[in-house]
């Protein structure tokens, strides 16, 4: 991932010079390039943030903390994405830039959410499996 966002930074041009479409004008593909450019800088953010969260909910996930994972989920896609760029893009004419700010502040929110849950430590007391309620001498006989 930090490979992945050094070259979306440092080398969009690279990148997007790979997919230039041979029958557009140098004007047309200059604004389309501008576009890229700045697209590429807004995933980058985006796969900086989305490293971090999976290391966290990767965590909690295996503790057992699901239900958490579900919610925070669930009503950050609501509050800071879906909601928004509906809203945004279809009262106010907001564009792609503003998809993409509420998609970057999506997975930021949920890194956010999921090192605050990671760092108060509840998930150190959660039981995935139950202990038995076999004890070992019935296991092993007489």
């Not at 700045?38 to 239900?67: N, P, S, W």
């Not at 970057?104 to 760092?119: D, I, M, N, P």
Request: overall charge positive.
């Amino acid at each position: 991932m930090l490979a992945l966002t050094l070259l979306f930074v440092l080398a969009p041009h690279v990148l997007l010079n790979l997919f230039r479409p041979g029958n557009l004008d140098a004007a047309s593909y200059a604004a389309m390039l501008d576009l890229g450019v700045v697209l590429l800088r807004f995933i980058a953010c985006y796969l900086f943030f989305d490293a971090f969260y999976m290391i966290c909910i990767g965590v909690l996930k295996g503790a057992g903390d699901t239900r958490f994972i579900m919610w925070s989920i669930t009503l950050a896609a609501l509050v800071v994405m879906v909601l928004p760029i509906y809203i945004g893009i279809e009262y106010f004419g907001m564009g792609i830039y503003f998809a993409w700010i509420c998609l970057t502040l999506f997975v930021f929110s949920l890194f956010v959410v999921s090192s605050g849950r990671y760092l108060r430590g509840r998930w150190k007391k959660m039981r995935v499996i139950e202990e038995s309620t076999i004890s070992q001498e019935s296991l092993t006989g007489p």
